[in-house]
């Protein structure tokens, strides 16, 4: 959905059918940051696509969570600046088909189960309850039983390959592991909360 910001607490409505669970928000029109919303955090909070910072306190959304007809937000340059040009990115679970949740690290492993009947193709994680990177794996690059290159999209480096499987496929979804090392991916902390998007 596209929007002109017009200065002022407002609801932008949107055609997605269903609840937004994940909202990645951009002004176009001049440099800022990606405003990120995600219902496992809740409306009161956000935090930034390019940025490791953990989801913490914001008014962002007005502290309102979205319908499935509108969103919220308020006089901000990151979302609503009168005169201002702005894109957001919705998405929201779809059964079988894409997950929007979160999940609670154990500090080894574990299989998220999203309800698809083949594992997950997309898969994007990121720390909720701390700093750390946004890890995202794909079926192309390689998301598989065996070693597979991740990007972080809040930092300009290379993709990272390794020796390391840190997150793989399962028929349910996707399972991810806590594995030693300084190159470790924030994905499995124990009791760390964790929020992600899957497709199927």
Known sequence: VTWTGNGQTRNVPHNLKVTPELMLVKRRSSNDA?????????????TYLNSDGAFSSSSLWNSTTPTDTTFRVINDGQVNQNGQFYIGYLFATFPGISKVGR???????QTIDCGFSTPARFLL????SGSGNWYLWDSVRGLTTNPDPHVSLNINTTQLTGNQNYAYPD????????VSGTNNPEINDNGAIYNFLAIA
């Open 171 to 178: 028929n349910t979804g996707f399972g991810v592991q806590k």
């Open 34 to 46: 990606w405003a990120v919303y995600h219902s496992g955090s809740g409306a009161a909070n956000s």
């Open 103 to 109: 999940y609670i690290g154990n500090g080894s492993n």
């Open 125 to 128: 994680i990121k720390k909720a």
